[in-house]
T-cell receptor, first 115, second 114 residues
Framework: AQSVAQPEDQVNVAEGNPLTVKCTYS??????LFWYVQYPNRGLQFLLK????DNLVKGSYGFEAEFNKSQTSFHLKKPSALVSDSALYFC?????????????WGLGTSLAVNP | NAGVTQTPKFRILKIGQSMTLQCTQD?????MYWYRQDPGMGLKLIYY???????DKGEVPNGYNVSRSTTEDFPLRLELAAPSQTSVYFC?????????????FGPGTRLTVL
């Protein structure tokens, strides 16, 4: 079965330090991977996606993600965290089995950036 | 563009009451989705629509109904509210169901059933 996992419920990092939010996936065929962010009391916002090509994908707000096929991972990164990055982050993979091509969502990782 | 809008933002229902959650998008997207978000459970797809007049069930459709009479609107109906339907509901839309297509989300409706 196709799935996505975010192994950490919460990540804490000091402002100015690099941050990583982890995501691993299991799909048949080529993966189409997404990161979304949810700020408190807001809807989800698209950050970036991997479709094909360069393994390092750059997105909004200075975030980037590295696709690693051998490790089936798509970790979200930022070189220098801001307090305003504190939010809930969701990884998702496109279900490429069948016709409806739903997004399969991870459970989310809460990022807390401490001043 | 307002994007995806949802009303109401908050609602408290009594068990057995009914209500409709409204969702409108102004991006001329064909695909629309309803999700519920429960703490620690991520997002679960309730229903989706591939265009006006066409809807289909997602992972957790029981207790809900939808309709899609126009491209813009995709209301979600709860007929007999139950405490298990206490959740935050998000509507989303996308231009296509293509593998690379991005979904755009509304701000959500927080529903409590007492």
């Amino acid at each position: 079965a196709q799935s996505v996992a975010q192994p950490e419920d919460q990540v804490n990092v000091a402002e100015g330090n690099p941050l990583t939010v982890k995501c691993t996936y299991s799909v048949s065929g080529n993966p189409y991977l997404f990161w979304y962010v949810q700020y408190p009391n807001r809807g989800l916002q698209f950050l970036l996606k991997y479709i094909t090509g360069d393994n390092l994908v750059k997105g909004s707000y200075g975030f980037e993600a590295e696709f690693n096929k051998s490790q089936t991972s798509f970790h979200l990164k930022k070189p220098s965290a801001l307090v305003s990055d504190s939010a809930l982050y969701f990884c998702a993979v496109r279900d490429n089995a069948g016709n409806n091509r739903k997004l399969i969502w991870g459970l989310g990782t809460s990022l807390a950036v401490n001043p | 563009n307002a994007g995806v809008t949802q009303t109401p933002k908050f609602r408290i229902l009594k068990i057995g009451q009914s209500m409709t959650l409204q969702c409108t998008q102004d991006m001329n997207h064909n695909y629309m989705y309803w999700y519920r978000q429960d703490p620690g459970m991520g997002l679960k797809l309730i229903y989706y629509s591939v265009g006006a007049g066409i809807t289909d069930k997602g992972e957790v459709p029981n207790g809900y109904n939808v309709s899609r009479s126009t491209t813009e609107d995709f209301p979600l109906r709860l007929e007999l509210a139950a405490p298990s339907q206490t959740s935050v509901y998000f509507c989303a839309s996308s231009r296509t169901s293509g593998m690379s297509d991005t979904q755009y989300f509304g701000p959500g409706t927080r529903l409590t059933v007492l």
